[in-house]
């Protein structure tokens, strides 16, 4: 069989990448090796760029979004029993949209369920070969038997944990990695957002998150120690850890409530240089990640792909090599902004165990410096807002 680019992964990447392909009318192929339920159920982030919305818009998957989404035109942080309400629109232009990323996922299999595209689930041993030659080819079993694909291209969406960066020889990739020393514990519950807006708290007991992904349905996070067990958190241990880092009126507001689902995340930031091999290219979780503080995993993926599928459009359209040879530089640019931001917003906002008293001074001084300065605002609005997608 063969198919002009073969996609592994059917997370938000490898789907939108396959959208924008076929509607340009370049053939693809996804392998994912899980089930299609097991991807609509998975919990994640939820809050959009414009630019990200724009581009799901371009592609005729925002409908739902559009109609279903929240937007929000600020953000607030919470430190030392204080609020600082951080005026995204007015200081940077722009909004963002809070709108769950397992609707994203619903959204864009919907769309190719009602288009036809060629979708393998449940594909077992995925295996890349001859990404340096012509026509590169994808192994795979299914139902017991072994396939293989000849392609053009292979567009590697299949995550932090996927075959496709692995397929990239040692000598060629170079890591960067830092390793956080808390995780994320996170509870979904149908309760009433306890603030129109997310909060993001530094306390000295941990971080906490206050997000949600309607008026009626809250999310919140809690920092807690890299080995947290989930099984030592009761919803009430969780509601009243909650309670003491939220702002005291907050606390008070706060609509608590069975949890619909509870998990720990560990929080990383990682990049892999270069994005692409041969014809193999590198998009999304599985080139990048960044740790959910600033928000930046599921609008990098989309960024990736909308660069991704320029690039492959020039070459079947007007055998144009450019793009795909710019392809790895262009993305990395916007990859490190929002690895920076990602970073910073960790460190401004969370409670290190190894952090120095000096540490926890400059932590402390650098919120204050932002509750009182227009310029350190804007900074922070303007990155978290998005910065402008280059053409
Ligand atoms: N073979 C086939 N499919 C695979 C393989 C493999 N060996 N390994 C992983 N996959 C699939 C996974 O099952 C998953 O469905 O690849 C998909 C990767 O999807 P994501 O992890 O969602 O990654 P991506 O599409 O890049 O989305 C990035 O997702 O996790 C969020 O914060 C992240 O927002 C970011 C976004
Ligand atoms: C979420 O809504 O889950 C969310 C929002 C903002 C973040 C991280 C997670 O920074």
Known sequence: ????????????AGLLLARVLELAGIETAVLERRTPDYLRQRIRAGLLEQGTVDFLSEVGVAARLKRERLIHQGVKLAFGGKRVRIDLEGLAGRAVSIYGQAEIQKDLMD???????TIIYEAQDVSLHGLTDSTPRVRYRQNGLTHEMACDFIAGCDGFHGVSRQAIPQEVIS??????????LGLLSDTRPVNDELIYVNHERGFALCTMRSRTRSRYYLQVSAHEDIEDWSDD???????????RDAARGLETGPSIEKSIAPLRSFVAEPLR????????DAAHIVPPTGAKGL??????VRYLSRALIAYYRSGRTDLTDAYS?????????????????????????????????AQAAELAYLEGSRAA??????NYVGLPLSE
Request: charged content about 20%; hydrophobic content about 45%; aromatic content about 16%.
């Open 1 to 12: 069989m063969h198919i002009q680019v073969a996609i592994i992964g059917a997370g938000p």
């Open 111 to 117: 769309a190719h369920a009602g288009a036809g595209t």
């Open 175 to 184: 890591t960067y990695e830092r390793v956080y020393p808390f995780a994320w």
């Open 237 to 247: 241990r969780f509601w009243t850890e909650l309670k003491r880092r939220l702002p």
């Open 277 to 284: 091999y041969g014809r193999l290219f590198l998009a999304g």
């Open 299 to 304: 609008n990098l993926a989309v960024a990736d």
């Open 329 to 361: 530089e262009t993305c990395l640019a916007r990859v490190w902004k929002a690895q920076r931001f990602s970073w910073w917003m960790t460190n401004l906002t969370h409670r290190f165990p190894e952090a120095s008293p000096f540490e926890r001074r």
């Open 377 to 382: 605002q804007t900074v922070l609005a303007e």
